[in-house]
Nanobody
Framework: QVQLLESGGGLVQPGGSLRLSCAVS????????MAWFRQAPGKEREWVSH????????YYADSVKGRFTISRDNAKNTLFLQMNSLKPEDTGVYYC?????????????WGQGTQVTVSS
C-alpha cells in the first residue's frame, strides 16, 4: 500500500523559508522519480518540481525556480522541498507524488498534503 506523508508546512512571513518533507512507503522509493505539486485556494493543482530517481537531475516550475530546491534521501525513503524567499502566491497545500508527468490528472492517488501559508 502506497503511503505518502507530507509534513513541514506552516505559517511564514513573506521572504521566509520552510522545508517540507515527504515520508514514503509501499514502493521502492529509490526506483522512481518523485515530484511536488501544490494547490492554491480556488485554483487547480499544479506541478512544482520533480527529481530523478538518482537525484542527478531536478526540474522546477518557472514560478519557483531559484527559490525552491528539491532533494531526496533514498536511504531514508524521504523527499524534501526547501522553500526560500517565500511569497504570498506560494500559499497552498503541497503534495508529494511518485512522478507520472507534470499533469495532475495523471495521478490517481494523493496524500493529505501539508498546508503552507505565506502571510504577514
Amino acid at each position: 500500500q502506497v503511503q505518502l506523508l507530507e509534513s513541514g508546512g506552516g505559517l511564514v512571513q513573506p521572504g521566509g523559508s520552510l522545508r517540507l518533507s515527504c515520508a514514503v512507503s509501499g514502493f521502492t522509493f529509490s526506483s522512481y522519480a518523485m515530484a511536488w505539486f501544490r494547490q492554491a485556494p480556488g485554483k487547480e493543482r499544479e506541478w512544482v518540481s520533480h527529481i530523478t530517481k538518482g537525484a542527478d537531475s531536478t526540474y522546477y516550475a518557472d514560478s519557483v525556480k531559484g527559490r525552491f530546491t528539491i532533494s531526496r534521501d533514498n536511504a531514508k525513503n524521504t523527499l524534501f522541498l526547501q522553500m526560500n524567499s517565500l511569497k504570498p502566491e506560494d500559499t497552498g497545500v503541497y503534495y508529494c507524488a511518485r512522478f507520472l508527468g507534470r499533469t495532475p490528472g495523471n495521478y490517481a492517488y494523493w496524500g493529505q498534503g501539508t498546508q503552507v501559508t505565506v502571510s504577514s
